[in-house]
């Protein structure tokens, strides 16, 4: 017998119209740690659907768990809630930047929003520890440049630290 993995006890759920199964399959395959866990489908009809169609779709993404759920057009998503990816280098916030960012003009200070709507921040990890530097002209020089980028870089963010 297999042991089950330790439950996560909250568990974002992202409202879609019918996207919901390939908005996760393609979540997944941006970062590893992730998979789909189980796709769940109606057992009748429902107001934004019909029996046999994909409802709900439980997924890990990162080793965090989410549920993308197709409850119809009613809701969209907005830019008060937003998924953060921390990334290791340049080479990672460009990779994901450029799978995930579908609106150029929504871009900025490593925002993106994807093709579904929903929000991301590309976040290299040098980018908080530039933040918490004991020295205020540091942060100072280092928010400045950060507010005049669309996609965060990671050498210009480590230049505007030196000064």
Sequence with gaps: MTALPPRQKVVPC???DKE????????VSLLPDSRIDSVVRSPSDYPSGKAGDVLVVEFTLAGSRYTGLNGGPMFKFNEAISLQIDCEDQAEVDRLTEALSAVPESEQCGWVKDRYGLSWQIVPYALPRLLADPDPAVVKRVFDAMMNMKRLNVAALEAAARG
């Design 20 to 27: 919901a199964e390939e908005a996760a399959n393609f979540y």
């Design 14 to 16: 992202l409202w879609f």
